[in-house]
């Protein structure tokens, strides 16, 4: 990546493509257990609250996907730069829907 977003910050550690590792599982499992308490608490350890939970997930993912894409153009990444960040071939991004709408903005924190 080139531009006025190419920076040197020791602090940023990511890898080019998806990792799967114990970070991300435990992010998963918290996201997972408390999404279930929210909604179905009398459920929790029930495989379909589980499966819920997952599902409602990866939902929300999908909305919020061209929203961070359109970022990630906004910012000088290239097509390819976010297919191999999304572990995606570059030609999947079109196919799996990623169109950014350019209105767009991340939602603010009212906490």
Same mark, same amino acid.
């Given at each position: ?17 998806p ?21 179905s ?9 589980? +499966?819920?939970?997952?599902? #409602?997930?990866l !939902?929300?993912?999908? $909305?919020?996907? *061209? ?6 153009? %906004? ?10 960040? +999304?572990?995606?071939?570059? #030609?999947?991004? !079109?196919?799996?829907? $990623?169109?950014? *709408? ?6 603010? %924190?009212?906490?």
């Amino acid at each position: 990546m080139t531009g006025p977003w190419d920076m040197h910050d020791p602090r940023r550690r990511y890898s080019s493509t998806p990792v799967v590792d114990e970070y991300s599982e435990t992010v998963l499992r918290d996201a997972i257990h408390s999404l279930t308490l929210l909604r179905s608490p009398m459920w929790e350890g029930d495989a379909g609250a589980a +499966l819920h939970a997952i599902g #409602s997930l990866l !939902a929300q993912t999908l $909305v919020l996907l *061209p929203g961070v894409t359109q970022l990630a153009r %906004d910012q000088e990444y290239s097509w390819v730069e976010i297919a191999d960040l +999304l572990g995606l071939d570059p #030609s999947e991004l !079109a196919v799996n829907g $990623v169109h950014v *709408p350019v209105s767009w903005r991340a939602p603010l %924190d009212t906490d």
